[in-house]
T-cell receptor
Framework: DGGITQSPKYLFRKEGQNVTLSCEQNLNHDAMYWYRQDPGQGLRLIYYSQIVNDFQKGDIAEGYSVSREKKESFPLTVTSAQKNPTAFYLCASSNSTRYGYTFGSGTRLTVV | GQNIDQPTEMTATEGAIVQINCTYQ??????LFWYQQHAGEAPTFLSY????GLEEKGRFSSFLSRSKGYSYLLLKELQMKDSASYLCAVRSNQGGKLIFGQGTELSVKP
């Protein structure tokens, strides 16, 4: 079945460490997105990519980096420069105007 | 600027009808979406409006007025499983990205 997979589901990071969140889709979607969700704040856009080897910053890109070397993959790195990384991270992909996004199941990142 | 407003919390009774409102001010408009999100899970698609009017899909309906920057999601015959967060999102003209409101946490009581 086609879908979008995020891993791991839970991730713990020590302060000062970089960590990479995985996002893979087999839907043949061109566009992929990373959002961060904090309680009471909805989803905020971190980075997005409309095509392989190209990506743009969203509203809260500072402290994050991405790559898009393959159509299927859009990993997100949370760097030590991100001051408050504890959050729920959602990856999404899209190839349709009408149905918006297909979301992954999310990764909950906690800094310890 | 871009702003999407929806109430933070709502409570309703099982079997009743509830309306969740959403107002938006965005630079560019290319459709409005409603998603349902249960705690700790990914959002799931409920509805899409790009033209003014009402879209009905079973127990769920969504309305859009572009001139007023206003939408609502109507849930009929509420069930306990409808307790969730409901997210309003507007698609911009830039890269197809969605801009989300903060979500409305709906609690359905027996």
């Amino acid at each position: 079945d086609g879908g979008i997979t995020q891993s791991p589901k839970y991730l713990f990071r020590k302060e000062g460490q970089n960590v990479t969140l995985s996002c893979e889709q087999n839907l043949n979607h061109d566009a992929m997105y990373w959002y961060r969700q904090d309680p009471g704040q909805g989803l905020r856009l971190i980075y997005y990519s409309q095509i392989v080897n190209d990506f743009q910053k969203g509203d809260i890109a500072e402290g994050y980096s991405v790559s898009r070397e393959k159509k299927e993959s859009f990993p997100l790195t949370v760097t030590s420069a991100q001051k408050n990384p504890t959050a729920f991270y959602l990856c999404a992909s899209s190839n349709s105007t009408r149905y918006g996004y297909t979301f992954g199941s999310g990764t909950r990142l906690t800094v310890v | 600027g871009q702003n999407i407003d929806q109430p933070t919390e709502m409570t309703a009774t099982e079997g009743a009808i509830v309306q969740i409102n959403c107002t938006y001010q965005t630079s560019g408009f290319n459709g409005l979406f409603w998603y349902q999100q249960h705690a700790g899970e990914a959002p799931t698609f409920l509805s899409y409006n790009v033209l003014d009017g009402l879209e009905e899909k079973g127990r769920f309906s969504s309305f859009l007025s572009r001139s007023k920057g206003y939408s609502y999601l109507l849930l009929k015959e509420l069930q306990m499983k409808d307790s969730a967060s409901y997210l309003c999102a507007v698609r911009s003209n830039q890269g197809g990205k969605l801009i989300f409101g903060q979500g409305t946490e709906l609690s359905v009581k027996p």
